[in-house]
Protein backbone atom coordinates (compact mmCIF):
# COMPACT_ATOMS: atom_id res chain seq x y z
CA UNK A 1 0.00 0.00 0.00
CA UNK A 2 1.27 3.75 -0.23
CA UNK A 3 1.95 5.06 3.03
CA UNK A 4 1.29 8.90 3.69
CA UNK A 5 3.84 11.22 5.74
CA UNK A 6 1.27 10.59 8.51
CA UNK A 7 1.07 7.00 8.22
CA UNK A 8 5.11 6.62 8.31
CA UNK A 9 4.95 8.57 11.70
CA UNK A 10 2.45 6.36 13.59
CA UNK A 11 4.04 3.06 12.33
CA UNK A 12 7.08 5.40 14.08
CA UNK A 13 4.95 5.42 17.48
CA UNK A 14 4.17 1.95 17.28
CA UNK A 15 7.79 0.97 16.79
CA UNK A 16 8.92 3.09 19.95
CA UNK A 17 5.80 1.80 22.17
CA UNK A 18 5.79 -1.83 21.28
CA UNK A 19 9.18 -2.62 23.01
CA UNK A 20 11.16 -5.90 22.99
CA UNK A 21 9.43 -8.72 20.94
CA UNK A 22 10.26 -12.39 19.35
CA UNK A 23 8.29 -11.78 16.14
CA UNK A 24 10.52 -12.49 12.84
CA UNK A 25 10.75 -8.99 10.84
CA UNK A 26 7.59 -10.54 8.25
CA UNK A 27 5.49 -11.78 11.71
CA UNK A 28 6.51 -8.08 13.00
CA UNK A 29 5.01 -6.12 9.91
CA UNK A 30 1.97 -7.92 10.15
CA UNK A 31 1.38 -7.38 13.57
CA UNK A 32 2.24 -3.61 13.30
CA UNK A 33 -0.41 -3.24 10.90
CA UNK A 34 -2.93 -4.39 13.14
CA UNK A 35 -2.25 -2.40 15.81
CA UNK A 36 -2.17 0.44 13.34
CA UNK A 37 -5.76 -0.99 12.33
CA UNK A 38 -7.32 -0.68 15.78
CA UNK A 39 -4.71 1.41 17.82
CA UNK A 40 -4.79 -1.54 20.33
CA UNK A 41 -1.61 -2.51 21.50
CA UNK A 42 -2.68 -5.94 23.40
CA UNK A 43 -2.99 -7.45 19.59
CA UNK A 44 0.12 -7.77 20.15
CA UNK A 45 0.12 -10.69 22.92
CA UNK A 46 -3.14 -11.87 21.19
CA UNK A 47 -2.11 -12.67 17.62
CA UNK A 48 -0.24 -16.28 16.51
CA UNK A 49 1.09 -17.64 13.40
CA UNK A 50 1.45 -21.02 12.76
CA UNK A 51 4.25 -22.45 11.12
CA UNK A 52 4.65 -21.75 7.77
CA UNK A 53 1.81 -19.44 7.70
CA UNK A 54 3.48 -16.15 5.72
CA UNK A 55 5.57 -18.79 3.24
CA UNK A 56 2.42 -20.61 2.35
CA UNK A 57 0.02 -17.65 2.23
CA UNK A 58 2.69 -15.67 0.21
CA UNK A 59 3.39 -18.59 -2.55
CA UNK A 60 -0.88 -18.89 -2.73
CA UNK A 61 -0.85 -15.36 -3.27
CA UNK A 62 1.48 -14.89 -5.69
CA UNK A 63 -0.29 -18.58 -7.33
CA UNK A 64 -3.12 -16.32 -7.46
CA UNK A 65 -5.18 -18.48 -5.17
CA UNK A 66 -8.86 -18.03 -5.03
CA UNK A 67 -9.44 -15.84 -1.65
CA UNK A 68 -12.91 -16.95 0.24
CA UNK A 69 -13.48 -14.39 2.97
CA UNK A 70 -16.78 -14.09 5.39
CA UNK A 71 -18.47 -10.71 5.11
CA UNK A 72 -18.44 -8.00 2.57
CA UNK A 73 -16.33 -5.62 5.00
CA UNK A 74 -13.12 -7.82 4.74
CA UNK A 75 -14.18 -8.37 0.70
CA UNK A 76 -13.65 -4.40 0.09
CA UNK A 77 -10.62 -4.45 3.07
CA UNK A 78 -8.71 -6.08 0.79
CA UNK A 79 -9.75 -6.31 -2.89
CA UNK A 80 -8.01 -2.80 -3.99
CA UNK A 81 -4.69 -3.83 -2.65
CA UNK A 82 -5.12 -7.44 -4.43
CA UNK A 83 -6.45 -6.35 -6.89
CA UNK A 84 -3.43 -3.51 -7.26
CA UNK A 85 -0.93 -6.73 -7.16
CA UNK A 86 -1.81 -10.37 -7.76
CA UNK A 87 -5.43 -9.86 -8.90
CA UNK A 88 -6.71 -13.30 -6.84
CA UNK A 89 -10.22 -13.64 -7.19
CA UNK A 90 -12.22 -12.41 -4.03
CA UNK A 91 -15.32 -14.30 -3.29
CA UNK A 92 -17.72 -13.17 0.08
CA UNK A 93 -19.72 -15.82 1.97
CA UNK A 94 -22.28 -13.69 2.09
CA UNK A 95 -22.74 -13.94 -1.96
CA UNK A 96 -22.34 -17.42 -2.33
CA UNK A 97 -25.95 -18.69 -3.80
CA UNK A 98 -26.84 -21.16 -1.06
CA UNK A 99 -30.35 -22.80 -0.20
CA UNK A 100 -31.21 -21.13 3.01
CA UNK A 101 -30.79 -23.53 6.53
CA UNK A 102 -32.43 -23.61 9.63
CA UNK A 103 -29.47 -24.63 11.79
CA UNK A 104 -26.60 -22.50 9.56
CA UNK A 105 -26.20 -19.01 9.09
CA UNK A 106 -26.10 -17.59 6.17
CA UNK A 107 -22.18 -17.15 6.45
CA UNK A 108 -21.65 -20.43 7.74
CA UNK A 109 -23.44 -22.18 4.93
CA UNK A 110 -21.98 -19.96 2.31
CA UNK A 111 -18.06 -20.85 3.64
CA UNK A 112 -19.07 -24.17 3.41
CA UNK A 113 -20.35 -23.91 -0.29
CA UNK A 114 -17.09 -22.06 -1.28
CA UNK A 115 -14.73 -24.01 0.86
CA UNK A 116 -16.09 -27.03 -0.90
CA UNK A 117 -15.75 -25.28 -4.27
CA UNK A 118 -12.52 -23.94 -3.63
CA UNK A 119 -10.45 -26.64 -1.47
CA UNK A 120 -6.91 -25.32 -1.22
CA UNK A 121 -8.15 -21.73 -1.05
CA UNK A 122 -7.31 -18.96 1.53
CA UNK A 123 -10.05 -18.55 3.68
CA UNK A 124 -10.37 -14.83 5.75
CA UNK A 125 -12.88 -15.05 8.80
CA UNK A 126 -12.44 -11.85 9.92
CA UNK A 127 -16.24 -11.28 11.80
CA UNK A 128 -18.78 -14.60 11.65
CA UNK A 129 -17.55 -17.30 14.50
CA UNK A 130 -19.79 -19.60 12.85
CA UNK A 131 -17.84 -19.56 8.85
CA UNK A 132 -14.89 -20.27 10.93
CA UNK A 133 -16.69 -22.95 12.93
CA UNK A 134 -18.02 -24.63 9.56
CA UNK A 135 -14.56 -24.35 8.10
CA UNK A 136 -13.06 -26.05 11.08
CA UNK A 137 -15.74 -29.14 10.25
CA UNK A 138 -14.33 -29.27 6.78
CA UNK A 139 -10.79 -29.11 7.35
CA UNK A 140 -11.24 -31.85 10.59
CA UNK A 141 -12.81 -34.03 8.16
CA UNK A 142 -10.28 -33.92 6.01
CA UNK A 143 -12.70 -32.54 2.79
CA UNK A 144 -10.08 -29.05 2.31
CA UNK A 145 -7.23 -27.87 2.81
CA UNK A 146 -7.05 -24.47 2.87
CA UNK A 147 -3.12 -22.56 1.75
CA UNK A 148 -4.10 -20.51 4.65
CA UNK A 149 -6.08 -19.52 7.34
CA UNK A 150 -7.16 -16.14 8.87
CA UNK A 151 -9.29 -16.11 11.78
CA UNK A 152 -10.34 -13.08 13.64
CA UNK A 153 -13.68 -13.13 15.03
CA UNK A 154 -14.91 -11.59 18.32
CA UNK A 155 -16.83 -13.16 20.56
CA UNK A 156 -18.44 -14.83 23.62
CA UNK A 157 -19.60 -17.89 23.24
CA UNK A 158 -17.12 -20.64 22.23
CA UNK A 159 -15.12 -18.71 20.05
CA UNK A 160 -12.19 -19.90 21.78
CA UNK A 161 -13.08 -23.29 21.33
CA UNK A 162 -13.19 -22.53 17.44
CA UNK A 163 -9.96 -20.74 17.39
CA UNK A 164 -8.11 -23.86 19.56
CA UNK A 165 -9.45 -25.96 16.91
CA UNK A 166 -7.91 -24.29 14.11
CA UNK A 167 -4.63 -24.14 16.10
CA UNK A 168 -4.97 -27.82 16.36
CA UNK A 169 -5.41 -28.12 13.27
CA UNK A 170 -1.85 -28.66 10.58
CA UNK A 171 -3.57 -26.31 8.31
CA UNK A 172 -1.49 -23.10 7.89
CA UNK A 173 -3.39 -20.48 10.01
CA UNK A 174 -3.03 -16.71 11.79
CA UNK A 175 -5.44 -16.23 13.93
CA UNK A 176 -6.23 -13.82 17.54
CA UNK A 177 -6.63 -15.66 20.70
CA UNK A 178 -9.35 -14.98 22.95
CA UNK A 179 -12.65 -12.92 22.71
CA UNK A 180 -10.96 -10.15 20.34
CA UNK A 181 -11.02 -9.77 16.98
CA UNK A 182 -12.91 -8.15 14.15
CA UNK A 183 -12.89 -8.15 9.74
CA UNK A 184 -10.86 -4.75 10.53
CA UNK A 185 -7.90 -6.97 11.84
CA UNK A 186 -8.49 -9.81 9.35
CA UNK A 187 -8.19 -7.20 6.62
CA UNK A 188 -5.30 -5.31 8.15
CA UNK A 189 -3.24 -9.17 8.58
CA UNK A 190 -4.30 -9.81 4.90
CA UNK A 191 -3.10 -6.51 3.50
CA UNK A 192 0.37 -6.71 4.98
CA UNK A 193 0.81 -10.16 4.15
CA UNK A 194 0.15 -8.90 0.48
CA UNK A 195 2.41 -6.07 0.81
CA UNK A 196 5.24 -8.58 1.92
CA UNK A 197 4.46 -11.15 -0.94
CA UNK A 198 4.69 -8.52 -3.31
CA UNK A 199 8.51 -7.75 -2.05
CA UNK A 200 9.13 -11.32 -2.35
CA UNK A 201 7.13 -12.60 -5.59
CA UNK A 202 5.69 -9.16 -7.39
CA UNK A 203 8.44 -8.90 -9.98
CA UNK A 204 8.35 -12.40 -11.26
CA UNK A 205 4.63 -11.86 -11.62
CA UNK A 206 5.17 -8.72 -13.19
CA UNK A 207 7.12 -10.48 -16.07
CA UNK A 208 4.89 -13.76 -16.42
CA UNK A 209 3.17 -13.59 -19.89
Known amino acids: MEW ?3 DAQSLG ?3 RE ?4 T ?3 AEYEIVRRVIYATADFEYKSLIRFSEQALQSGAAALAARTTIVVDVPMVQVGITPIIQQTFANPVYCSMDALTRPQREKTRAAWGIETLARRYPEGIFVIGQAQ ?3 TALVNLIEAEEIRPALVVGTPAGFLDVDVAK ?3 QDSLVPHIRIDGRKG ?3 VAAAIVTGLVDLAWQAYGQE ?3 VG
Do not use: Y
Open 4 to 6: HIT
Open 182 to 184: SAV
Open 205 to 207: NTN
Open 23 to 25: FSP
Open 18 to 21: IGEH
Open 164 to 166: GRL
Open 130 to 132: TAL
Open 13 to 15: IID
